[in-house]
């Protein structure tokens, strides 16, 4: 079993940053892909950056793309995300979230995919 918990959201003006953090315990997260997903209230969970087991493979959302990045440091079982440029569009509750075997930019994006999910960090930016 494992466990992804994030931190770093928060209350940001738009134009501004934020870094998400996302801790794995309980297994090493060495051979899963890693992605971040976020909610708006009323709204599907959605895809926004993933990352493969060996960082070999790195997806984006087209609406995040330029202005957010996912790293991974396995040694620490950590993943962030560094947003910048944030606008209101991009206020939600945002998860951490781990699967086996999604190694292809496809797959990565692939919600029903990931069995591991945080509890989720709040990000709001307002206008």
């Known amino acids: 079993q494992g466990q992804l918990v994030e931190s770093g959201g928060g209350l940001v003006e738009a134009g501004g940053s934020l870094r998400l953090t996302c801790v794995f315990s309980?297994?090493?997260?060495?051979?899963?892909?890693v992605a971040w997903f976020r909610q708006a209230p009323g709204k599907e969970r959605k895809f926004v950056a993933g990352v493969s087991p060996l960082r070999e493979t790195t997806v984006y959302d087209d609406s995040v793309k330029g202005r957010f990045t996912i790293a991974r440091d396995n040694a620490k079982s950590t993943v962030y995300l560094e947003m910048n440029g944030l606008n209101p569009e991009d206020t939600g509750l945002y998860y951490c979230a781990a699967a086996q075997g999604a190694t292809t930019a496809r797959s990565i994006r692939d919600r029903r995919l990931y069995t591991y999910w945080g509890r989720g960090a709040q990000v709001t930016v307002s206008s």
């Open positions: 309980g297994r090493t997260p060495g051979g899963l892909s």
